[in-house]
């Protein structure tokens, strides 16, 4: 069997850290620059965690992100009047409900942020229109995958793209535009019949499964030189790791997203690029 002793290692922060300087230099030449607005619900650490990372990228280009942090017994017609008051705030650009919220909250609240404040493009509306072709529509982790294969020349086009995960947070929306690039995708879940025949045969294998290190070398086929792109986070008490094994698939893969430092910090990048694109519109 073929053994790739060392695959190209994506990381996402270089990528990142381009965005971030031309997002910065963008943002300098606004009068008003945008704002966004991140509702939380209850206090979870790694709820924090993400919106202190939304908060210091902000920043550092020159944004501000503010805050709303409300009790975790909120009952769900006091969050929808919380959502209306920023939806009508004209110095507000975009709104972010921070999941997960609590249980006794339906995901259903998040339908009350006006479409064009949803920067993170989970409303219906943007399903919508992201499934009729405008990519502009697409969240943040689906877009940061593209970018990352993108940014690395990966090609998509006609290559078979297998995704681990159908959420409608990150495996729908990804599969739907890489479909758009051309891609022929395979989507596999938790139903799903011999999962490891469907992703052997994976030029991309992109994995957003939710199980920590899931995917070994068995779902991989090596002389395929297949492209992995990790999109899972759990911490552990070693540290962070993905849904794949980084260790044991590295020797069997051309090339591989690490975690930390690949698909996480592309996800903040691309959700302030749809942000500062949102202002742009708004301006117009
Ligand atoms: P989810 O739990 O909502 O969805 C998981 C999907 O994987 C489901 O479609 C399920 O059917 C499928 N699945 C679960 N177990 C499986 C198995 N054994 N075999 C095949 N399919 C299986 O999770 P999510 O919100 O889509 O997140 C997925 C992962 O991505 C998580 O690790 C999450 O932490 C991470 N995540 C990362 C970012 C980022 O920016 N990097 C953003 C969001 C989520």
Not at 159 to 184: D, E, N, Q, Y
Not at 195 to 219: M, N, Y
Request: net charge negative; hydrophobic share 40%; aromatic share 4%.
């Amino acid at each position: 069997m073929e053994e790739i002793s060392h695959p190209r290692i994506l990381s996402g922060l270089v990528v990142r850290d381009a965005i971030r300087e031309k997002l910065a230099s963008q943002v300098s030449t606004f009068l008003t620059p945008p704002t966004l607005m991140i509702i939380q619900v209850g206090d979870r650490e790694d709820s924090n965690t993400y919106i202190r990372e939304k908060i210091n990228f902000g920043a550092s280009i020159g944004m501000e992100v503010k805050v709303k942090k409300l009790k975790e017994t909120i009952t769900e017609a006091e969050l929808e009047e919380e959502i209306h008051v920023h939806n009508t705030d004209t110095s507000v650009t975009g709104i972010i409900v921070q999941l997960p919220l609590p249980v006794h909250i339906s995901k259903h609240i998040l339908e009350h942020i006006k479409p064009l404040k949803d920067v993170d493009c989970l409303t219906a509306y943007h399903e919508e229109r992201l499934k009729n072709g405008d990519v502009r529509s697409a969240p943040a982790t689906a877009r940061a995958i593209r970018t990352l294969l993108e940014y690395y020349t990966i090609p998509v086009a006609s290559r078979h793209i297998v995704i681990v995960g159908r959420s409608r947070l990150v495996g729908g929306p990804t599969a739907t535009l890489l479909r758009l690039s051309g891609a022929k995708v395979s989507v596999i879940h938790r139903q799903t019949e011999n999962p490891k025949a469907i992703s052997q045969s994976a030029d991309v294998l992109v994995v957003a499964c939710g199980v920590p290190q899931l995917i070994t070398e068995e779902w991989i086929n090596p002389s395929l030189h297949t492209v992995v792109v990790d999109v899972g986070i759990h911490r552990t008490e070693t540290g962070l790791v993905g849904d794949v094994d980084f260790d044991r698939v590295k020797g069997s893969v051309s090339a591989i997203s690490p975690v930390p430092g690949g698909v996480g910090p592309l996800t903040v990048a691309s959700l302030f690029e749809h942000l500062v694109s949102t202002h742009v519109q708004s301006l117009v």
